[in-house]
Nanobody
């Protein structure tokens, strides 16, 4: 059974920083990519950042220059460093693992106050 354990969400003032972590456990044959998505109330889930096993990254335009995604392949762990946070970054953030199947974390709340 595959499990994704997320941590690092919380409440922060605008301009502040948070670091999200997601560790995958269980039997995953090969991870192709790991990423973070977010969903704000009344909106669709959207990609925030994604990193492949080779280290290639892509970001949503709204977070470029402020967020940094990284991963440790051997630990099946992905991180999202979020700096210069804005109130519009408020959402539930979900970890995603792409392998033969897609796996999702339970979500962690990020709230940015103005």
């Amino acid at each position: 059974q595959v499990q994704l354990t997320e941590s690092g969400g919380g409440l922060v003032q605008a301009g502040g920083s948070l670091r999200l972590s997601c560790a995958a456990s269980g039997s995953i044959f090969r991870i192709n990519a790991m990423g973070w998505y977010r969903q704000a109330p009344g909106k669709q889930r959207e990609l925030v950042a994604r990193i492949t096993s080779g280290g290639s990254t892509n970001y949503a335009d709204s977070v470029k220059g402020r967020f940094t995604i990284s991963r440790v392949n051997a630990r099946k762990t992905v991180y999202l460093q979020m700096d210069s946070l804005k109130p519009e970054d408020t959402a539930v953030y979900y970890c995603n693992v792409e392998s033969r199947y897609d796996y999702w974390g339970q979500g962690t709340q990020v709230t940015v106050s103005s």
